[in-house]
């Protein structure tokens, strides 16, 4: 079993910042790779990003390509969202989630676990 905690959403303006993070505990073996979507009131699940186990292979959505970025610090058991000029069309809960192995064929799943999620919150 894996367990995954996001934290770091809250409520910004247009135009900043913001960086999440997603905790991991459990059964994390080499190999596993860690995605981030958002799902917004009304909307379906959108992938953003996904990052491989060491970090080398990082894909991304078009809609947040140059604008977001994710990391990981595997000796924190940590992978971040780095969410830059927030617009409120960002507003959503996000979501980590990991699977077993890293594709940029297949990037938005399925995944095999998944956090509870944190609410991100763009005022204009």
């Known amino acids: 079993q894996v367990q995954l905690v996001e934290s770091g959403g809250g409520l910004v303006q247009a135009g900043d910042s913001l960086r999440l993070s997603c905790a991991q505990s459990?059964?994390?073996?080499?190999?596993?790779?860690t995605g981030w979507f958002r799902q917004a009131p009304g909307m379906e699940r959108e992938f953003l990003a996904t990052?491989?186990?060491?970090?080398?292979?990082?894909f991304y959505a078009d809609s947040v390509r140059g604008r977001f970025a994710i990391s990981r610090d595997n000796a924190k058991n940590l992978v971040y969202l780095q969410m830059n000029t927030l617009v409120p069309e960002d507003t959503a809960v996000y979501y980590c989630?990991?699977?077993?192995?890293?594709?940029?064929?297949?990037?938005?799943?399925?995944?095999?676990?998944w956090g509870q999620g944190t609410q991100v919150t763009v005022s204009s």
């Open positions: 459990g059964r994390i073996v080499p190999g596993y790779a």
């Open positions: 989630a990991v699977r077993e192995y890293y594709s940029e064929s297949s990037p938005a799943g399925p995944y095999d676990y």
């Open positions: 990052i491989s186990y060491r970090g080398g292979s990082k």
